[in-house]
Nanobody, 124 residues
Framework: QVQLVESGGGLAQAGGSLRLSCAAS????????MGWFRQAPGKEREFVAI????????YYADSVKGRFTISRDNAKNTVYLQMNSLKPEDTAVYYC?????????????????WGQGTQVTVSS
């Protein structure tokens, strides 16, 4: 069992930056695939980024590629999402999630555990 708690959301101006954190409790954090998803008002939850066990094993949605960076610190049981060059369309509730497996999971149903979400609002 893994509990996930996101933090770091808030209000930013277009072109600005925010850094989200997701703290995990439980065992074997380093063995989980970690992902970030987001859900804007009136829209479905969508994939943002994934990181496997190593820092080089990452994958991003096209909409955030080159602007967002996912990373993890297994010693701190924490995964991060650095968001730069923010746009108003990045406004959403951001969720971190953990998956058991070894692939690049981008679908909601592939994840076993979810955080409660943190709001990110980008003003123009």
């Amino acid at each position: 069992q893994v509990q996930l708690v996101e933090s770091g959301g808030g209000l930013a101006q277009a072109g600005g930056s925010l850094r989200l954190s997701c703290a995990a409790s439980g065992h074997s954090f380093s063995s989980y695939i970690m992902g970030w998803f987001r859900q804007a008002p009136g829209k479905e939850r969508e994939f943002v980024a994934i990181i496997r066990w190593g820092a080089a094993s990452t994958y991003y949605a096209d909409s955030v590629k080159g602007r967002f960076t996912i990373s993890r610190d297994n010693a701190k049981n924490t995964v991060y999402l650095q968001m730069n060059s923010l746009k108003p369309e990045d406004t959403a509730v951001y969720y971190c999630a953990a998956a058991v497996g070894s692939s690049y999971y981008t679908e909601i149903y592939e994840y076993n555990y979810w955080g409660q979400g943190t709001q990110v609002t980008v003003s123009s």
